[in-house]
C-alpha cells in the first residue's frame, strides 16, 4: 500500500482519523508535526522562534521527503503543509493525498476547544478566531484541492462515529483491515 497523505485545515481530524485507521490497519501512522519534533529536538513553535519559518518549511519538506518513501503508513500532515513549494505535487506523486473537509461551525466548535494547545490561534476570542479560520480556509482551499480525494470528516466526536468514519474510509480507500484475532491484542 502506497502511503497516504492525510491533509486539511487544522481541526479536521486529520491526527484522529489517522491514528484510529492505523490502528484498525495495523499500518504506521505518522503525525508529521510530532515527528518533525522528534527530529528536531524541539517544539515547532520553538523552531519558528529560534530558526524562524524558511528553515521549519524546509525541516518540514525534508521530513515529508523521508516519510513519503514509506509504505503502509498513514501521514497526517500539518494544516500548512500542502501550501508551501511542491509538497502538494510531492504527495501526489508519492501517495494518496486525502484531504480531510469539515464544516466551518465543526472546525470553529473543535478549535475552540483546543484552543490553548494551538499557538497560532490560542490568544483569538471566539469572533476573531471565526474569522480567521474563514480566511485561511480561503487561502488555503487552493492547495487542499489538488488532493486526490477528499473526505466528510465532519463527525469524529466520539468513539462510535470515529468507529463509522473509519469503516467508510476503508471501504472507500480499500484498506485492508486487522483481522479480529488481530484486532483484540
Known sequence: MKTIFLIGYMGCGKSTLGRALAARCDIEFIDLDDYIEAKAGKKIRDIFADEGE??????????????????????ACGGGTPCFGDNMELMNARGLT???MASHGRLLERLKRGRAKRPLIASLDDDSLDRFIHEQLNLRMPHYSKAACTFD???LE????????????????????????????
Open 98 to 100: 486525502v484531504h480531510l
Open 54 to 75: 524558511a528553515a521549519f518549511r524546509k525541516m518540514e519538506r525534508d521530513t515529508l521527503e523521508e516519510v513519503s518513501a514509506k509504505a503502509n503508513t498513514i501521514v
Open 153 to 155: 470528516s465532519s463527525t
Open 158 to 185: 466520539n468513539e462510535n462515529e470515529i468507529e463509522q468514519k473509519c469503516s467508510a474510509f476503508i471501504r472507500e480507500f480499500n484498506l485492508p483491515r486487522k483481522t479480529s484475532m488481530e484486532s483484540h491484542d
